[in-house]
C-alpha cells in the first residue's frame, strides 16, 4: 500500500507564495518520476510541473518562471515553490507518484489566489 498526501495549500493574495509539499510512503520500491498536477472548476486536470528521477524538471507555459519544483529522493518527497501567484492558479493541486509499474495520487490540496 502507497499513500501520497499533499500539505500547504491555503488561501493568497494574488502576488503572493505558497509552498506546497508532498510525501509518499509505504510500500515503494524505487520512485521514477512525481509531478504536481491541478484542476480548476469546469476544466480539465492539467501538469504543472513534474521531475524525473534524474532531477530534470518540466513545467507547463503558465508557471515558467514562477514556479519551481523539487525532490528529495531520500525522503521521497516533493515540493512546489509557487511565487508571483495569480487568481487563475486557484485549484485543487495534486500530487502525482510514478512506482512501476503503478502510479498514485494524493487527496490534492485546495489553493485559492484571491485579494
Known amino acids: 500500500q502507497v499513500q501520497v498526501v499533499e500539505s500547504g495549500g491555503g488561501l493568497v493574495q494574488p502576488g503572493g507564495s505558497l509552498r506546497l509539499s508532498c510525501t509518499a510512503s509505504?510500500?515503494?520500491?524505487?520512485?521514477?518520476?512525481m509531478g504536481w498536477y491541478r484542476q480548476a472548476p469546469g476544466k480539465q486536470r492539467e501538469l504543472v510541473a513534474a521531475?524525473?528521477?534524474?532531477?530534470?524538471?518540466t513545467y507547463a507555459d503558465s508557471v515558467k518562471g514562477r514556479f519551481t519544483i523539487s525532490r528529495d529522493n531520500a525522503k521521497n518527497t516533493l515540493n512546489l515553490e509557487m511565487n508571483s501567484l495569480k487568481p487563475e492558479d486557484t485549484a485543487v493541486y495534486y500530487c502525482?507518484?510514478?512506482?512501476?509499474?503503478?502510479?498514485?495520487w494524493g487527496q490534492g490540496t485546495q489553493v485559492t489566489v484571491s485579494s
Open positions: 502525482y507518484t510514478v512506482a512501476l509499474p503503478s502510479h498514485y
Open positions: 509505504g510500500s515503494i520500491s524505487s520512485i521514477n518520476a
Open positions: 521531475i524525473g528521477s534524474g532531477g530534470r524538471p
